[in-house]
């Protein structure tokens, strides 16, 4: 059972570049979200989905896509990196609103 | 609208000291109500939860939190502090019945030998 895996966990981009960030979970949970933790801000939500097909936006969401094919994976697209977008990202899954999320290991990206 | 606010940025505790993370919600109706310990490059790790039961609520590692609706809090306590505490630790409320979560800013806690 391995969680939460997110994958790169470091990425440099230059401004402009386009990428994928993956998320995928075997829990067969069906709320996925996306986050970005930003020193002095806490976390602040991007996307988030609660079934496959069903995506939504966050507080953040300009500049990032996410699509929800299937159960397991929830990707989160940069269109077109931006300085303002060097943070560390966590995917996060949890079964419903009763129970707390698991986090992913989180992914360190840097914009230049 | 939910908020969460931690009233305290910065935390120092002596090892085998008693520990106390403040944080205040507000909320339009009764929520859901988490603490999330983080430690320096790790992943965000569940302490324990609210979810409208009992009103102290045991976690992991000796924490536990106690449900205060007249007060709007949610603070964080343990009784002994040990080195490996040492960490950041997020206050989180449940906005809706959907994914989406409010994090406070977050705590940092110290622990000094």
């Known amino acids: 059972n391995a969680g939460v895996t997110q994958t790169p966990k470091f990425q440099v981009l230059k401004t402009g570049q386009s990428m994928t960030l993956q998320c995928a979970q075997d829990?067969?949970?069906?709320?996925m979200s996306w986050y970005r933790q930003d020193p002095g801000m806490g976390l602040r939500l991007i996307h988030y989905s609660v079934g496959a097909g069903i995506t939504d936006q966050g507080e953040v969401p300009n500049g990032y896509n996410v699509s929800r094919s299937t159960t397991e994976d929830f990707p989160l697209r940069l269109l077109s990196a931006a300085p303002s977008q060097t943070s560390v990202y966590f995917c996060?899954?949890?079964?419903?609103?009763?129970?707390?999320?698991?986090f992913g290991s989180g992914t360190r990206l840097t914009v230049v | 609208a939910q908020s969460v606010t931690q009233l305290d940025s910065h935390v120092s505790v002596s090892e085998g000291t008693p520990v106390l993370l403040r944080c205040n919600y507000s909320?339009?109706?009764?929520?859901?109500l988490f603490w999330y310990v983080q430690h320096p490059n790790k992943g965000l790790q569940l302490l324990l939860k609210?979810?409208?039961?009992?009103?102290l609520v045991k976690g992991i590692n000796g924490f536990e939190a106690e449900f205060k609706k007249s007060e709007t809090s949610f603070h964080l306590t343990k009784p002994s502090a040990h080195m490996s505490d040492a960490a950041e630790y997020f206050c989180?409320?449940?906005?809706?019945?959907?994914?989406?979560?409010?994090f406070g800013q977050g705590t940092e806690l110290s622990v000094k030998p």
């Open positions: 996060a899954s949890r079964q419903d609103r009763n129970y707390g999320y698991t």
């Open positions: 829990m067969n949970h069906e709320y």
């Open positions: 909320s339009s109706y009764s929520p859901s």
């Open positions: 609210y979810t409208s039961a009992a009103t």
């Open positions: 989180v409320v449940n906005k809706n019945q959907g994914g989406k979560l409010i």
